[in-house]
């Protein structure tokens, strides 16, 4: 069996235990996809087309880009072309706000806080205007992991990114589909299925990004002990509340104090 084929079977496996387990989508419903351009929201977008195929599951899919003015999209029309061929058709919607807000915005200065919070924005109006309740993010277990770190390390709390997310009491649902994923298998599948064009440009925040902190540290730390990695996914499953602080929490500015 060829390697791309070997692979995506494997990631289509994994792809229906999130669908399953974390109840993300059912026969007949439509959902949007958040699409950047970028490789993780491509890969979104064709292993959903190779899942529906593979599962004989009817879903429609509508891809929005939410065009921000701070990572420009390239090749808009390659793009369209790129997710029409997989039966996805394409929205970009335009946000002229955010670019401003970040200019703006002095301290606390965190641009993708910002960001990634009025795009989310933007994709529930789209939905809305559709008439869709369920958006599906391209997040992978490795944005789950950072998430959990970051948040602790800049946010004062224990949490991170959960595969399913509803808001606005149960009118709209965020999905995470490839949650189960890593960074690393989606970049072997893009490589070896020839899918090697992206479409989002350069942010001019990107580098001093807190994630991008994350991310290298982890990296060292997997380097050194492979088994952390492993160890880190199962934690999100092992919340144990009893130990942590949580019953002190009104305390807790005269307690740090
Ligand atoms: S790196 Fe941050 S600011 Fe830049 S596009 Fe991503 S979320 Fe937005």
Redesign the pocket.
Known sequence: MPKIKKLRDRLLKRVKKAIFYFDLLNEGENIILGISGGKDSLFMADILYHFKRKYNMRFQMLAVHVANR??PLKNPEKLERFLNERGIDFLIVHDENTKKI?EHRLKPFN??YI??KERRKHLIYAAKEKDINKIALAHTIDDAVETLLLNIFYAREISTMVPKQSLFRKDFFVIRPIILIEEEEIETYMKLSGMNEYYEGK?P??DK?RRETIRNILKELYKKDPQVRKNIKYSLFECKMEYLWKDYRAFRKAILR
């Open positions: 701070i990572k970040i641009p993708c960001c990634s942010c925040y990107e990004s």
